[in-house]
């Protein structure tokens, strides 16, 4: 089940990173499972990583290695997230780069590693490590897409997105792959997250970038309110297009900027819409907030409410269960007689109540398209935010209820 | 779809509360759904109501009305909420107690309405209020099984519990109802409760004791994460038995509030037991918390994760999920070396990982029952907290998908 199609973009080559597959039977044995991208020397990069108390072994390792060196490799399973594996996890992720180390002559805390999948089982390392020598024998600029592949756990496709925008009079491109469908929640999901760009940026500007960017894409979407123990989103820039962001002026280093947080935003909502038994792509808009933080508690609580959830699912104009989901939300003296909610254009509600000019037969036509857009306008304010989430459906539970069998 | 049996009790009579039933055809013409609860001259009432800032007409009304007078009477509708209806719902819910208020001599003020159902639909006052003579006309004193029925709404079974005691070598019964089965999460839930006693409690001290027993009862129940537009559980206290709680000692008193917040704790676990879809009925305890909120915080972050709720619908115990929640539940510090989840008794992880001692077959077998008590020890502090809910099934959905079609 996933909400239309999404093909995968032609990717083109960024100059200074090389992708390879291997297939180690982590936990299935048809597809490749194993990635690994191999970072030219000089390049920058920057990460953002799951908040939840309880992060993978992986996680803490990318984070120090990223803290204290230039990476040069991503190293990434899935069918394992390494995850609630206490000292052993630490130390099979760290088997993993080192084989990885030793076969490529890079220092161990050069490689940044990423498990995703199940919870709580021992890694199979030496698979991994056995693979590592078909991975890098295959090692190539255009691979991309069989990336995008292996980095899949529930994915039904693989998710990318590409640009190629002129900066400063040179092309400048930005290659990027997303993973998840579940455990989807800001800081952050059970995602993860790989882009490489051929600008040069410095490390610094790159992580506040990277932090501004996926403060409006993946930290704005939501499938279940699960946050996953292995989130991780990294991006490399490699500094070959011969374009310098740090040098480039205020407008044009905001022009990157629009551009990375459009196409991380595009990375985030293929997740929502490749969410385990989504049906429906819902876009909550909240308006009218006396705060961006207020807009986004109301998002988020409408976006989360399995009633409001189960209600889309069965495209039944159920807006009772919105405006219930607005009032549990916390804003402080509410005027509910100034809310109104429109659902794809149409008002269903105004002054706390169903709208006088709604119909029953309006309301299930805004609903019967796959893409909705709810917006709801608090009129205490000029702030908004816009958090991304799906339908709760019969798919979601059959899912998630026979995920490890 | 529910959890278990659970039989009505065997209900005496309240001396002082009269209870009348009839069917009006509010939304369905099957079963009553209109009830009348008389309450004798003299007694105390005592109310806790949604913190939902859409609450419904007959929430406002009702509120307003406890507080001006002493009640004599408590009008229930089912099949229609009267919420989100805007001034037209305020109007409707009067026309309803101006009507009682005329039949039955009392003045308007002193008859609280409740209503339940679905949100947003203008409320068929003149229904109700056509079925008034039929519900008076019934009106007897062992007439509770039959309030139990007509207040239900998507409930599979009515919800009921008792307590005889003897207080200062008299005997004082409580009778108590609720109802609700979905939407249900603290401040509170898509749930009504009706309890009554012929103890004799002044005003202040009832209010004092339900806010306690409805902390640890109604406000510790999640199903869904949802809450209503117009929970109410108002309680009254006839005196007919000759105890006068206020004049009691103080061991006296607390004997009296633990048997209320005992059969409140029932009236509560009662709906989670037929929460919509539920197979399962599953208490989060969380212990070795810094503080109770902390617990409780944790317990509710568990409770309601749609990934923890899918696993124990499937009894699959993963573990693993339940970690994850609890390093999401946001809790400062936390150590996760120090916790360790127990389910039924069987000791799953520890060490912020699986336990050495743990085997899928035990796993397995811990997770069979329909009632499961999940432990959490955060091991840095003494406090704890209790939460109950149920799983995420299929079940679920189709009820929620499908409630207004």
Redesign the interface.
């Known amino acids: 089940m996933a909400v239309g199609d999404a093909p995968l973009p032609a990717f083109f080559a960024i100059d200074g990173i090389r992708i390879g597959t291997a297939n180690a039977g982590v936990k299935q044995t048809e597809r490749a499972d194993v990635t690994v991208f191999e970072i030219a020397e000089g390049s920058t990069c920057a990460g953002v990583f799951t908040?939840?108390?309880?992060?993978a072994a992986p996680v803490h390792i990318a984070k120090a290695n990223l803290a204290a060196t230039a990476p040069r490799y991503w190293l990434v399973n899935t069918g394992n997230?390494n995850?609630?594996?206490?000292q052993?996890?630490f130390e099979a992720a760290q088997a993993c780069i080192d084989a990885l180390a030793e076969k490529t002559g890079v220092a161990a805390d050069t490689i940044l590693p990423f498990s995703t999948g199940?919870?709580?089982e021992p890694l199979p390392s030496a698979k991994i490590v056995a693979s590592l020598d078909d991975a890098l024998k295959g090692l190539g600029e255009s691979r991309w897409a069989d990336a995008g592949s292996a980095i899949m756990t529930t994915d039904t496709r693989p998710k990318g997105a590409i640009r190629e925008i002129s900066i400063a009079g040179k092309t400048v491109r930005i290659c990027g792959l997303s993973k998840g469908a579940?455990?989807i929640?800001p800081?952050m999901a059970t995602m993860l997250s790989y882009v490489g760009t051929d600008a040069g940026v410095s490390s610094e500007l790159l992580q506040s970038m990277l932090n501004e960017a996926n403060r409006l894409s993946f930290n704005r979407i939501t499938i279940?309110?699960?946050?996953?123990?292995n989130d991780s989103a990294v991006i490399v820039a490699t500094g070959r297009s011969g374009v310098d962001v740090d040098a480039l002026t205020a407008e044009e280093q905001l022009q990157f900027q629009t551009v990375l947080t459009d196409i991380y935003t595009e990375l985030a909502q293929l997740i929502v819409r490749d969410a385990e038994g989504a049906n429906k792509f819902v876009a909550v808009e909240v308006s009218g907030a006396a705060s961006e933080s207020e807009a986004e508690m109301v998002a988020y609580t409408v976006a989360?409410?399995?009633?409001v959830k189960?209600?889309l699912?069965?495209s039944?104009p159920?807006?009772?269960?919105i405006?219930?989901?607005?009032?549990?939300a916390g804003?402080e003296s509410?005027a509910?007689?100034n809310v109104s909610i429109r659902i794809n254009g149409v008002l269903i509600?105004e002054?706390?109540?169903?709208a006088a000019s709604y119909t029953e037969e309006a309301g299930v036509e805004a609903l019967t398209p796959a893409d909705l857009l709810i917006n709801i306008d608090l009129e205490r304010g000029s702030d908004k935010a816009t958090v991304w989430t799906s339908d709760?459906?019969?798919e979601?539970?059959?899912i998630?209820?026979?995920?490890?069998?």
Not at 83 to 86: F, K, M
Not at 304 to 307: A, G, Q
Not at 323 to 328: P, S, T, Y
Request: charged letters at 20%; aromatic letters at 8%.
């Open positions: 908040r939840n108390a309880f992060c997230a995850a609630g594996t206490g052993a996890g199940v919870i709580g579940g455990m929640k800081n279940d309110g699960d946050t996953s123990t989360e409410s399995p009633l189960t209600a699912y069965a039944d159920n807006w009772g269960r405006l219930a989901a607005v009032g549990r804003v509410l509910v007689e509600a002054q706390g109540g169903r709760l459906s019969h979601y539970v059959t998630n209820a026979e995920y490890r069998t």
